[in-house]
């Protein structure tokens, strides 16, 4: 019984994690690009109607709206895969904390993949061509919401962490 309360722990602070990383990365991504936002995420998640205009008094919370629902679940999803090998310790402390330990592994790769993602999109990136459907019309900066843009995409390559990270349990 305590295990699976343990489990549950896990989850809830897995996916409030997640959602915080996607806070986090969105406020670094913002950063770099405002047009990311205001031209392409804010409407992906229903911020905005299209054909308005995205301007907000503080864009900043929109931003973290963003991040928190983009992520949130791929923390509950990973807490969940990473917690169910958990189960194989021998009492609920040692399954909490090599768990957390492989979430705090999944954390690290994450960033430093999203860090790859960045100076691949600013140095290779953002002077191509790309044939991808951008919100052309309108970009002050195309290089940085490219940059952004691929940034934001090795979330993919991220989500997937949590097989190399269950390796530390």
């Known amino acids: 019984m305590k295990k699976f309360l343990t489990l549950i722990l896990i989850v809830v602070i897995a996916s409030l994690i ?3 990383y996607g806070i986090l990365h969105d406020q670094l991504t ?12 804010f409407y992906q998640f229903g911020l905005m109607d299209l054909g308005t205009e995205a301007i907000f008094p503080s864009p900043r919370i929109e931003v973290s709206v963003v ?23 021998k009492n609920n402390k040692q399954m909490f904390r ?15 993949t999203g860090l790859i993602g960045l100076v691949y999109g600013r140095l290779f990136l953002a002077d191509t061509d790309i044939n991808w459907w951008i919100p052309e019309e309108n970009l002050v900066d195309k290089k940085k919401f ?15 962490d949590w097989i190399t990270s269950r390796n530390s349990l």
């Open 18 to 20: 997640g959602g915080l």
């Open 30 to 41: 913002y950063t770099i690009s405002p047009e990311y936002y205001t031209k392409f995420k």
């Open 67 to 89: 991040g928190f629902m983009a992520t949130w679940w791929m923390g509950l999803l990973i807490g969940l895969i990473l917690g169910l090998v958990g189960l194989v310790h």
């Open 98 to 112: 090599a768990t957390m330990g492989a979430i705090s592994v999944t954390i690290l790769i994450a960033f430093v």
């Open 146 to 160: 490219y940059c952004s843009w691929f940034h934001a995409q090795l979330q993919l390559c991220r989500r997937a």
